[in-house]
C-alpha cells in the first residue's frame, strides 16, 4: 500500500496541513546528527525530504539510516539526478521539470533511475516541479539549465499546474529555489490551489512561521522549510 501519498491525500481531504523539513546532505553536519535529530523530533515537521540540486557527499545513504533510526516520519527523496537515490529512504518524489524544457529533466534522468528504483521497495510519487521567478538565480535554474517562470503571470503557471495534472502528476510542486529573495506569491498559490484537485506543494524562500501560516491559508497542502532550518536549528522555537 502506498502509505505516504495515501496520508497526504488524507490530510488535503480533512484540510490537515503538512510540513516538511528539507535536508540538503552537503549542507548537514554528519557529526552533530543527533542534535539535528532532536530539533526535527520537537518541531511540527510531518515529513522529512532529502535531496538537493547537486549533492556531493557520498554520505546520502549513512544519513537515511540515521534519520530513520532517530526519527518516525516518513523519509522522501528530493533528488536532483539519479545518483541521489538511497533505497533505505521510505519514498521518493519522481520530479519532472515542467516548468523547463530540459529534456534530461523531463525525462531522461527518470529513465535512467528505472533499474534503481525497480530494485527498492520506495513508494514513487509522481511529482510535477514548476520553478517560480524568485529575484535571483538559484540552484535549480543553474544545475537544470532552464529559465523559472514569470511570478507575474499567474495564469501561465496555474496552466502548466493542470498540465502536470493531466499528464498524470501526483502532486504538483511550486518551487522558488533553495535560498530564494522571494517566496511563491501567495496570490499564486490561491490560484494554483483551486485548479488542481491534487495536493499541493510549496517551497522556497520561506523564512518564517507566519509565511508557513500564509502559505498553508493560501492553499498549499504542504510546505517545505530548508535553508531557514539550515541556517537556524532553533527556527520552530522562535515566536
Same mark, same amino acid.
Request: glycine residues 12%; charged residues 20%; neutral net charge.
Given at each position: 500500500m502506498k502509505k505516504i501519498y495515501h &496520508?497526504? %491525500?488524507? *490530510?488535503? *481531504?480533512e484540510n490537515r496541513k503538512l510540513l516538511a523539513v528539507l535536508l540538503d546532505p552537503? +549542507?548537514?553536519?554528519?557529526?552533530?546528527? $543527533?542534535? @539535528?535529530i532532536e530539533k526535527i523530533r520537537t518541531s511540527p515537521a510531518t515529513h522529512i525530504f532529502v535531496g538537493g540540486s547537486i549533492v556531493e557527499t557520498n554520505k546520502m545513504d549513512e544519513l537515511v539510516h540515521f534519520? +530513520?533510526? =532517530? @526519527? $518516525? @516520519? #516518513? /523519509?522522501v527523496l528530493f533528488p536532483g539526478n539519479p545518483s541521489q537515490i538511497s533505497t533505505f529512504a521510505d519514498g521518493i518524489l519522481f520530479l519532472s521539470l515542467l516548468s523547463g524544457r530540459n529534456p534530461d529533466y523531463l525525462i531522461e534522468h527518470h529513465v535512467n533511475a528505472v533499474s534503481v528504483l525497480n530494485k527498492s521497495?520506495? &513508494? /514513487? /510519487?509522481s511529482t510535477g516541479y514548476i520553478l517560480i &521567478? $524568485?529575484?535571483s538565480q538559484t540552484a535549480v535554474e543553474r544545475i537544470s539549465k532552464t529559465k523559472p517562470l514569470d511570478r507575474n503571470n499567474v495564469e501561465y503557471v496555474c496552466q502548466t499546474a493542470k498540465a502536470g495534472e493531466y499528464l498524470g502528476?501526483?502532486? /504538483?510542486? %511550486?518551487e522558488a =529555489? $533553495?535560498?530564494? +529573495?522571494?517566496a511563491v506569491p501567495i496570490e499564486m498559490i490561491k490560484v494554483v490551489s +483551486?485548479?488542481?484537485?491534487? #495536493?499541493?506543494?510549496? =517551497?522556497?524562500?520561506?523564512?518564517?512561521?507566519q509565511a508557513i501560516q500564509a502559505a498553508f491559508e493560501a492553499g498549499a497542502d504542504l510546505v517545505v522549510i530548508g535553508t531557514a532550518f539550515e541556517n537556524d536549528l532553533n527556527f520552530f522555537t522562535h515566536d
Open positions: &496520508e497526504i %491525500l488524507s *490530510a488535503k *481531504a552537503d +549542507k548537514v553536519d554528519m557529526d552533530n546528527l $543527533s542534535v @539535528l534519520l +530513520k533510526n =532517530g @526519527l $518516525s @516520519l #516518513p /523519509i521497495t520506495l &513508494e /514513487i /510519487i &521567478e $524568485s529575484g502528476n501526483k502532486l /504538483i510542486y %511550486l =529555489g $533553495s535560498g530564494a +529573495k522571494l +483551486k485548479e488542481i484537485s491534487v #495536493p499541493l506543494i510549496v =517551497g522556497g524562500g520561506i523564512r518564517s512561521q
